[in-house]
């Protein structure tokens, strides 16, 4: 499958023409007729001809979208980038967008599941490039990361285990595989307990595992020092020989927020451990089926002490 670098050479060897639109077929093998290229003002575009005449999602001071009948009959969905500090996030975009519609059974479907997709960067694109990461995102993204790396990856192999990382993409929970599930949290060795921040994150039937990760902040000097960027650089050197994956991997970061150049991503820290709690029919957990119809959403606290009697090894 095409890969977020062969994505941006293609952008890089079209020339953009004033006053015209000029694009070429992203993949031919793909079900649906993407193109990217520039619109007539030179902006970076993604172009999706469709059938028939899609629900758009509205424009914003980032993306204009467009959609119009061409003289084919064909209706052209149109996303041009207008902030062009926005490059790199653009480009993850289109590659997910087309990655995440190659197996739709047919167009019509497809270009739902693409306008939908493109939907859920509309927030993230709306942040643009000076959002600051949080210290709470910091913690989650290096909880997570050493659960993919020291969990995930050993276990399902590199790009499998790379594509079970879906937290991101705004699932239930962070990490879903054929036989398991995994939500992770990051905690310092002193909580006594864990937000639970949906009703739906731990409903699920199949067994799973909720991992806590205590971790806590250090100093540069401390040997078992880490920093969020040397945690993705090392995943990225076990990824380097599969581009497939890095491109999966550092769209995964994108949508968690993730920014090099922010200075939290420098601040170290020291995992201590992993806790695994088996979770499984007698877990205590809020189940919808539960719940009065009219409560619709609300998050929870457990007390990990009180966890103990599904922990495992």
């Not at 467009?66 to 975009?93: H, K, M, P, W």
């Not at 054929?178 to 992770?184: I, K, L, R, S």
Request: some cysteine; charged content about 25%.
């Amino acid at each position: 499958m095409i890969t977020m670098e062969m994505i941006n050479s293609m952008w890089l060897a079209i020339a953009p023409q004033k006053g015209s639109t000029i694009a070429r077929r992203a993949d031919p093998l793909h079900p649906l007729d993407i193109f990217i290229g520039y619109d007539e003002n030179g902006c970076m575009q993604l172009m999706l001809l469709t059938d028939e005449e899609p629900k758009l999602p509205e424009s914003s001071q980032q993306v204009i979208v467009r959609g119009n009948q061409r003289t084919d009959g064909q209706y052209a969905v149109c996303f041009s980038l207008v902030n062009t500090s926005l490059r790199e996030i653009f480009v993850s975009l289109c590659w997910d967008i087309m990655e995440s519609t190659y197996g739709v059974p047919n167009k019509k479907s497809g270009t739902v599941s693409a306008i939908k997709r493109f939907g859920m960067w509309q927030v993230l694109l709306a942040k643009g490039s000076e959002s600051k990461m949080s210290d709470l995102v910091v913690r989650g993204l290096i909880g997570e990361l050493s659960v993919l790396k020291n969990f995930g990856m050993p276990r399902y192999g590199k790009s499998h285990a790379v594509t079970g990382w879906i937290g991101p993409l705004h699932a239930d929970r962070d990490f879903e595989y054929e036989d398991t599930w995994f939500e992770v949290k990051a905690a310092s060795l002193s909580r006594e307990s864990i937000i639970i921040s949906s009703f739906d994150q731990l409903d699920i039937d199949r067994p799973g595992n909720l991992i806590v990760c205590r971790l806590e902040k250090t100093s540069e000097a401390d040997p078992n020092a880490l920093t969020l960027n040397t945690l993705v650089k090392a995943i990225e050197e076990d990824l380097s020989e599969d581009e497939y994956a890095l491109s999966t991997l550092h769209v995964r970061l994108t949508l968690s927020g993730y920014d090099e150049t922010d200075e939290r991503t420098d601040d170290s820290f020291v995992v201590n451990s992993f806790e695994v709690y088996h979770v499984e029919d007698d877990f205590p957990r809020i189940r919808r089926s539960q719940l009065h119809l009219a409560i619709g959403s609300g998050e929870y606290a457990l007390n990990i002490s009180a966890l103990q009697p599904w922990r495992t090894e």
